[in-house]
């Protein structure tokens, strides 16, 4: 099956007991037994639900993966992801991670013995020399935020794959329509489905999907333990964002490139960084490894004072200035003090991060009513 055609339908069978063509919402924490031990496969609710069963199914189908295994948020996937290791394990990342998930490894985490490091992943020979015995697992995330870096993931693969060390990718920001990264090597993927999966802004939703069954396995395990699952009717929310994935995602992409060209030749823009285009410096390897260059865009202006950027913020009417992204409406944020303000200035200033640095998510409005919002507010 195609892409669009799994959106859809994987995993998703008419409802057995009426037919239902949507999967139902099952709301129920317990199951009754026809005799001690002797179930349906479904004992109580935070082990087994058939709502969340259906959205696994489909996620893995989606990541072309073999199981996905869904929380209550990408953090909290990512929390099960860590509790695979053991005190003194090290994990190798990149100095470019989703602010949140810096704040689980190091505030939490890192209190259990699990020592962290933060590198340039596209570094090869940093990454070789800074794996060691303890070395457990790379944390890679592209494109990153709100720099929108891209790092080579099949390079990473191969770096590490003589030894015993898991790979897994953050995918939130491309979604699997544009990039698995499990075809290109990667031992696991994690999405918060907050963003693209739901589409919608209305749900808050986390996923993991691997390849092979002793993983799954410790991670259902860990799923069920922990017991950071999401309920039933966030499941639903998802499963239906998703039917519309494929087709959000193109119009999504096709409105990101119309509005970093745009930006690009404006008289008040100093840089865009898009991966689209040719001049991006990793637009190579997004080219090679992604299927479309995404729906994020930053950009900075000439006069880059926060002052200049919180003219334009206060400005636009048809992007809403708030956090988040992935949704089909368009919002503009300013990372120096919303999304990024715990990360100091001087480590901010050193990836470009700058105060009149503005970042985009593309929504799937009519063109036109971007770019005229745009042009008025840069006015
Ligand atoms: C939002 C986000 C997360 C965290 O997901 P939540 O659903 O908010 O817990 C993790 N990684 C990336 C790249 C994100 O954008």
Redesign the pocket.
């Known amino acids: 099956m195609k892409f669009g055609t799994k959106a859809i339908h994987a995993g998703v069978d008419p409802d057995p007991s009426t037919g239902a063509i949507m999967t139902p919402i099952y709301q129920t924490s317990s199951y009754v037994q026809d005799a001690p031990g002797k179930h349906k496969g479904y004992e109580y609710a935070r082990s087994q639900n058939p709502t969340r069963d259906v959205l696994q199914k489909n996620l893995a189908a989606l990541e072309n993966g073999t199981h996905g295994i869904c929380f209550g948020?990408?953090?909290?996937a990512?929390d099960a992801v860590l509790r695979l290791l053991s005190p003194g394990d090290e994990l190798i990342s990149t100095n470019d991670l989703?602010g949140?998930?810096y704040r689980l490894m190091t505030k939490l985490f890192a209190h259990y013995g699990i020592k962290f490091h933060y590198i340039d992943l596209n570094d090869t020979k940093n990454l070789k020399s800074t794996i060691n015995e303890h070395t457990k697992m790379i944390w890679v995330?592209t494109p990153t935020?709100p720099m929108l870096n891209i790092i080579d993931i099949k390079k990473v693969c191969k770096a590490v794959s003589t030894k015993d060390i898991l790979v897994c990718v953050?995918n939130?920001?491309a979604s699997p329509y544009l990039q698995n990264p499990l075809d290109l090597g990667a031992d696991l993927v994690?999405h918060?489905?907050?963003?693209y999966l739901g589409g919608h802004s209305d749900v808050?939703?986390?996923a993991i999907v691997v390849k092979n069954q002793e993983l799954a396995d410790r991670l259902y395990f860990i799923q069920n333990a922990a017991g950071a699952i999401p309920g039933p009717q966030d499941c639903f929310l998802v499963l239906r964002g998703i039917k519309t994935l494929h087709v959000r995602m193109q119009r999504a992409c096709e409105n990101a490139m119309a509005i970093a060209s745009y930006l690009q030749k404006h008289p008040k823009v100093a840089h865009v960084y898009y991966p689209g285009f040719t001049t991006h410096p990793h637009h190579k390897v997004a080219k090679s490894q992604m299927s479309g260059f995404g729906a994020m865009v930053s950009f900075d202006l000439k006069v880059n004072t926060k002052a200049s950027a919180n003219k334009i913020l206060k400005k636009t009417k048809v992007f809403a200035l708030a956090e988040?992204?992935g949704g089909v409406e368009s919002l503009i944020g300013h990372p120096a003090t919303m999304t990024h303000a715990s990360i100091p200035k001087k480590d901010r200033l050193k990836v470009g991060l700058t105060d009149s640095l503005i970042r985009l998510s593309i929504g799937i409005e009519d063109i036109r009513d971007l770019k005229n919002d745009l042009a008025s507010a840069l006015k």
Not at 192 to 195: F, P, R, V
């Open positions: 948020s990408g953090l909290a990512l989703y949140g998930s995330e935020n953050d939130t920001f994690l918060s489905a907050t963003k808050v939703h986390g988040s992204l």
